[in-house]
């Protein structure tokens, strides 16, 4: 799995290429700006095409931790087989999903500044 | 113009509670479900791309629904959080929404329209604002670029809310009775208000009196009389000398001989009365009962048996250490032993479980730990039938629990959890996202290898510890 890394408004856009599970799960908790920066960001869904429970658990460690540094990881470009993972284990009551990379970052700015 | 239909899960909660076993996004109206009259509507109102929004489950409906094809539209779904308005829904779907006019349909609402009405050019030429709207639920235009809201005195359709099984039935039958013609309904008729659909079979003697609308695969057998005003649904058997009148008789539902049934709702094995929801569950299964569902059966059974044989397996194998090592920690006070009350597979019973604790301090407790001795009681039960070997963590009956088995699809209570196999912490709200998974994802073998995965993180954590 390769980690594209960009920036939108100050805003880091993180885009997983590739398949999300067991084997490259740990290249996700290890990528700095995800786990480290206490700076809200934007995970794009749109390239991934296959996840399963150890990449959900991935996605939801990595947003605990955000929230705990009183940040938080915004969704987006979720494709078809993502939202059905999302829908049946209801773990989008965890996250917030916008459909368009430029309104999630405008999102996480809004709510950057608030702070 | 593109429309987003919004329905939040706890407009339709009441369909959950009151008609089990239906998806209530394809509730059926006169034998079309409740999702099918909205994209309808739409279609006449000029959309071309439908994005359906919930913060329940969608699963039902986009397997019904497919990409909108069939009616000519593009569909797509999307999930909202409980907490969303409509402004953050907007910017959740703003690629969706893309400058163009957008009608957003609210609630869980059924629009009153007639199809040979042209909304099109009514709905482009409104202004921004609301269209109807009603106590649970309303239809608005927006467009990004305007600002001017409408002000209209004449609503060109009327919205009625569907919130509560009254509401649904008297629903159903005004339909039936005066404005079938308004709508596609399915089924064929040579003549109006009788709509009949593929497959049924009507024995010589039986009787049919207008309005009805009857689904597909549907038997009525001798001497049966039906209507006026019957919705018989799909996959119904009525027997012989039966009467049905005034009533709604839902999918996958067997009337049993001689019965009549006036003014009600039969869903399955329970009789439902519209006035206050009032319903009877039959025991009998010779008067009402429902049609099952064979081929979840057969996999049931499958699980039932791999999960049973591995449960024998380990039994087998820990026997002998549990003979040998507990005594010794149950003179040492590290072996807690109590019972507790838990919900059963079918959510509505509950089961008395043991329940097991080891103080982890000394090599020996540390061995019972991970060679899961606490868990031998509760695998005797997997024998029993009464649990799974791997599933769902069992919900303690006498807790206030957050999230109710029954909000928990293909609850199986079991000896080890998914979450325990995936190493997610056991009991917490991220547990279940786990164990909803595999309620989906999993197959009898694969459980196999998830209880070695849960036997195994056990001795990591014991050797951790």
Not at chain 1, 33 to 39: D, G
Not at chain 2, 286 to 304: F, Q
Not at chain 2, 387 to 413: D, F, H, V
Request: glycine fraction near 6%; aromatic fraction near 6%.
């Amino acid at each position: 799995m390769i980690i594209k890394e960009t920036k939108l408004d100050n805003i880091t856009i993180v885009a997983p290429v590739g398949t999300l599970d067991a084997s490259t799960a740990s290249l996700l908790n290890e990528n700095k700006v995800l786990s480290e920066t206490s700076a809200t960001v934007v995970l794009d869904l749109s390239q991934v095409d296959f996840l399963d429970s150890s990449g959900l658990g991935a996605l939801v460690g990595i947003a605990r931790k955000k929230r705990e540094k009183k940040a938080d990881m915004v969704l987006t470009s979720m494709n078809d087989n993502v939202r059905k993972v999302f829908e049946i284990t209801q773990a989008f009551q965890l996250f917030d999903v916008y459909d368009d990379a430029r309104s999630a970052a405008e999102h996480c700015r809004t709510k950057t500044a608030s702070q | 113009m593109k429309t987003l239909l919004t329905i939040r899960e706890n407009s339709y909660a009441w369909v959950t509670s009151a008609l089990q076993g239906l998806a209530p996004l394809l509730l059926p109206i006169c034998n079309k479900p409740f999702v099918e009259f909205l994209v309808d509507f739409a279609v006449l109102a000029g959309s071309r791309e439908i994005r359906l929004l919930s913060d329940g489950p969608l699963q039902e409906v986009e397997q019904y629904c497919e990409d909108g094809s069939r009616w000519g539209v593009q569909m797509s779904y999307a999930h909202i959080k409980e907490s969303d308005d409509h402004q953050t829904i907007f910017e959740k779907n703003r690629r969706f929404c893309n400058d163009s006019k957008v009608m957003v349909i609210d609630g869980f609402v059924f629009v009153g329209y007639d199809k040979k009405n042209d909304y099109r050019d009514l709905f482009n030429s409104m202004p921004d604002g609301t269209v109807a709207s009603c106590t649970t639920g309303s239809i608005r235009l927006f467009t990004v670029s305007e600002s001017n809201m409408a002000n209209n005195d004449e609503t060109p359709v009327s919205l009625t809310p569907i919130d509560s099984v009254e509401s649904y039935y008297d629903l159903s039958m005004h339909i039936l009775r005066h404005e079938s013609s308004r709508y596609v309904l399915p089924g064929y008729g040579s003549e109006p208000d009788s709509y009949v659909g593929r497959n049924v079979t009507i024995s010589k003697s039986a009787e049919i009196i207008k309005p009805v609308s009857i689904g597909n695969n549907v038997q009525i057998l001798a001497g049966s009389v039906i209507g006026p005003d019957a919705v018989i649904g799909s996959n119904v058997i009525i027997d012989r000398k039966s009467r049905i009148t005034e009533s709604i008789v839902l999918d996958n539902t067997y009337i049993g001989e001689e019965l009549d049934v006036e003014h009600k709702m039969a869903n399955r094995n329970t009789l439902i009365s519209p006035q206050g929801a009032v319903s009877i569950a039959m025991e009998d299964p010779h008067l009402l009962t429902g049609i099952k569902d064979t081929a979840r059966g057969i996999g049931n059974l499958l699980r039932t048996i791999v999960h049973t044989l591995t449960a024998i397996v380990l039994i087998l194998l820990l026997v002998i250490p549990f003979i040998l090592i507990t005594p010794i920690l149950a003179v040492q006070g590290k072996w807690k032993s109590s019972r507790k009350t838990c919900y059963d597979h079918t959510c509505k019973g509950v089961i008395s479980l043991p329940d097991v604790s080891i103080e982890r301090s000394g090599p020996l407790s540390a061995i019972a730990f991970a060679l899961s001795l606490d868990r031998l009681p509760t695998l005797f039960r997997v024998v029993g039938g009464k649990l799974s070997l791997i599933g769902n963590a069992p919900i303690a009956a006498e807790e206030k629990n957050l999230s109710p088995p029954a909000a928990t699809p293909g609850y199986r209570p079991a000896v080890f959890s998914y979450a325990e196999a995936e190493n997610w912490p056991v009991g917490g709200s991220d547990a279940a996202i786990v164990e909803r998974f595999y309620a989906i994802h999993s197959n009898p073998l694969q459980d196999i290898g998830l209880t070695m995965k849960s036997l195994i993180n056990r001795f990591h954590d014991t050797t951790t510890a």
